[in-house]
């Protein structure tokens, strides 16, 4: 969806965006009725056989699994083909690019949406406690997933026309769409290789999800050999092309010297000592000093405020004109007097 609304195909985002809520909403509350089945229990690896006791779920799961993927004549498939084909038909040098990498996505996506429905539903189950009572949701979490499971799969073709179809003004007063970007009759003549590349990658990824997360289960014992290459890919594959290798050891050491300077030395150190910190520090123990010089402080300070007033009137009789001094001194003998 970003990619193509980079390549400014509004109108086909939009028309993902709608399908992808469907069968998302239908994934996540499939999720939810599993994790709620087995007592809040969300590790795949601790279930295991639940086609027999969730099938509902199952068939929702499954449905959503393949709208997900793109699969013919379901929701994905009228949205997610056609976005990944107006990419590859966009007149720019990154659309190439982009197409591989959204291919790749299918790919990846089959794989790892075949590896939750093999790893929940089919493999050996492995939950803790084998004689718990599982079954089905109540009717407030099956009837919305038996609607979003229809909507799933009608939901694109019964508004393609309106999002993407030829001549459609449905989106017009809402966005713009420049015609220079508009490539939806170009997409319908690229050769059948290109329009067929996801449908067959999502094939291929779905062969290979049964391949090694059901039929060489880590608890097969059979072909060995499979097993450990099984292995190595797991081992390849986890240490991310060893990202995390350079990026703890260059990146995070960098990170560590700029933030021992910046907010050790000069954040934590120069300002704090010379900004409010220190003013604060300095005055504070310049009152403690003051305080210590005498055991009747409070004295010596009505002592110099008395002083001080006694200053101020003085000057201002000396200063000031004979009726204002006059009155100063009236004030002055009275408060004396007091």
Known sequence: MFFCSGLSNYNITLFHLFNHAFFKALLFLGAGSIISSLMDEQDMRRMGSLVYKLPFTYISILIGSLAILGFPFLTGFYS???????????????????????????????????????????????????????????????????????????????????????????????????????????????????????LLLTFLGMFLGYIFFYYFDIKSTKLVNMFLLKTKLYEFFFNAGFFNFIYNSIYIFALNIFYKINVKQIEKGFLEIFGPVGLYLFFRNLSYKVRLLSPYYINIILLLIYLNLMIIIYFLLLYNIIIIKNIYLLLLLYYIIS
């Open 80 to 198: 997610k083909d056609f976005l990944l084909e107006a990419t590859f038909i966009s007149y720019s040098l990154d659309s190439y690019f982009i197409y591989i990498m959204g291919v790749l996505t299918a790919f990846f996506t089959a794989m790892y949406s075949f590896k939750l429905i093999f790893f929940v539903f089919f493999v050996k189950t492995n939950m803790f406690n084998k004689f718990s009572s599982i079954q089905e949701n109540n009717l407030y979490i099956l009837i919305p997933l038996f609607i979003l499971s229809i909507l799933s799969i009608f939901i694109g073709y019964w508004f393609s026309d309106i999002f993407i179809g030829v001549g459609s003004v449905y989106l017009n007063n809402v966005i713009f769409i420049d015609y220079n970007h508009f490539n939806n009759i170009e997409a319908e003549f690229l050769s059948p290789l290109i329009k067929n590349m996801p």
